[in-house]
């Protein structure tokens, strides 16, 4: 499968708090059409802590994979991304005791040729939607998501509950050893957008606004200015978020065939 991107969109903003601890990678101001490999992490622990293990996840990852990356990558590949990256974290903490504590959500996005291929840890979220609809979102690892799930709380109860932060994975460290939840996606089609995004984008943006963002806004630098536009000044958290628009798919068996008939043409 050759899949090929829009130019993606991104922003990581400070919104209400006083300093950023999301961070995404790449930079919005380097990201390329050729990219594969795309993360979102929101960081916690308070004072600079979060900004630094937020910055560190994404520094780790990305590392891990540009230098050890062969074919696609698997789970036990991203189990091993996340090790590494917990490993960092312990060595940044041996050398900075005040640290301790600092932890990370996770979302990861990556291009290849079997699929698009998603891990996410804690409760920031990667949407996959087509003409508005959501196709797929991964499942918050929550305190709130937990409790719907064994039916301890309603849905309605569920948006305004005083624990609705409250996240049960994070990167932290190998004393707390976390997994990621890790899916190959192969319904790729034209059109798709994938929507990578910290907690705080959805303080004011119910799934219901999102797909009808998504539904009537085609550009993918629109859809930013839209999101943007319903965060600022209302979000009391940080807010980040990437837009990555599918732009073509083609199967390797339709492209053997067309170069083929290519060769063919030139005999």
Same mark, same amino acid.
């Given at each position: 499968?050759?899949?090929?991107?829009?130019?993606?969109?991104?922003?990581?903003?400070?919104?209400?708090?006083?300093?950023?601890?999301?961070?995404?990678?790449?930079?919005?101001?380097?990201?390329?059409?050729?990219?594969?490999?795309?993360?979102?992490?929101?960081?916690?622990? !308070?004072? *600079?802590?979060?900004?630094? /293990?937020?910055?560190?996840?994404?520094?780790? $990852? #990305?590392?891990?994979? %540009?230098? =050890?990356?062969?074919?696609?990558?698997?789970?036990?590949?991203?189990?091993?991304?996340?090790?590494?990256?917990?490993?960092?974290?312990?060595?940044?903490?041996?050398?900075?005791?005040?640290?301790?504590?600092?932890?990370?959500?996770?979302?990861?996005?990556?291009?290849?040729?079997?699929?698009?291929?998603?891990?996410?840890?804690?409760?920031?979220?990667?949407?996959?939607?087509?003409?508005?609809?959501?196709?797929?979102?991964?499942?918050?690892?929550?305190?709130?998501?937990?409790?719907?799930?064994?039916?301890?709380?309603?849905?309605?109860?569920?948006?305004?509950?005083?624990?609705?932060?409250?996240?049960?994975?994070?990167?932290? !460290?190998? *004393?707390?050893?976390?997994? /990621?939840?890790?899916?190959?996606?192969?319904? $790729? #089609?034209?059109?798709? %957008?994938? =929507?990578?995004?910290?907690?705080?984008?959805?303080?004011?943006?119910?799934?219901?606004?999102?797909?009808?963002?998504?539904?009537?806004?085609?550009?993918?630098?629109?859809?930013?200015?839209?999101?943007?536009?319903?965060?600022?000044?209302?979000?009391?958290?940080?807010?980040?978020?990437?837009?990555?628009?599918?732009?073509?798919?083609?199967?390797?068996?339709?492209?053997?065939?067309?170069?083929?008939?290519?060769?063919?043409?030139?005999?």
């Amino acid at each position: 499968m050759n899949i090929t991107i829009g130019k993606p969109c991104a922003i990581s903003d400070i919104g209400g708090r006083l300093n950023n601890e999301d961070s995404i990678y790449p930079q919005p101001e380097t990201v390329a059409s050729n990219q594969k490999l795309f993360i979102v992490c929101d960081g916690v622990g !308070g004072a *600079e802590k979060g900004e630094i /293990a937020s910055s560190l996840a994404c520094d780790s $990852i #990305q590392t891990y994979f %540009s230098t =050890f990356l062969e074919g696609e990558p698997t789970r036990e590949f991203i189990h091993k991304a996340i090790q590494y990256t917990e490993a960092r974290f312990d060595d940044y903490i041996r050398r900075n005791p005040e640290a301790k504590g600092m932890a990370t959500t996770l979302t990861l996005l990556y291009i290849g040729t079997s699929g698009v291929t998603l891990a996410h840890v804690g409760d920031s979220r990667v949407y996959q939607f087509r003409k508005g609809e959501i196709l797929y979102q991964t499942e918050d690892h929550s305190l709130v998501n937990s409790l719907l799930k064994i039916g301890k709380i309603s849905p309605e109860e569920a948006i305004n509950h005083p624990q609705k932060n409250v996240i049960i994975r994070a990167i932290q !460290g190998r *004393e707390h050893a976390t997994e /990621a939840d890790v899916i190959l996606l192969r319904d $790729i #089609q034209a059109g798709d %957008s994938f =929507f990578m995004c910290t907690d705080g984008v959805l303080e004011n943006l119910t799934n219901e606004t999102l797909s009808f963002i998504f539904s009537t806004t085609k550009a993918p630098d629109c859809i930013k200015d839209k999101l943007v536009e319903t965060c600022n000044g209302r979000t009391r958290d940080n807010y980040s978020f990437y837009i990555v628009p599918i732009h073509q798919v083609q199967d390797n068996v339709g492209l053997r065939q067309i170069i083929l008939s290519f060769l063919y043409s030139l005999a």
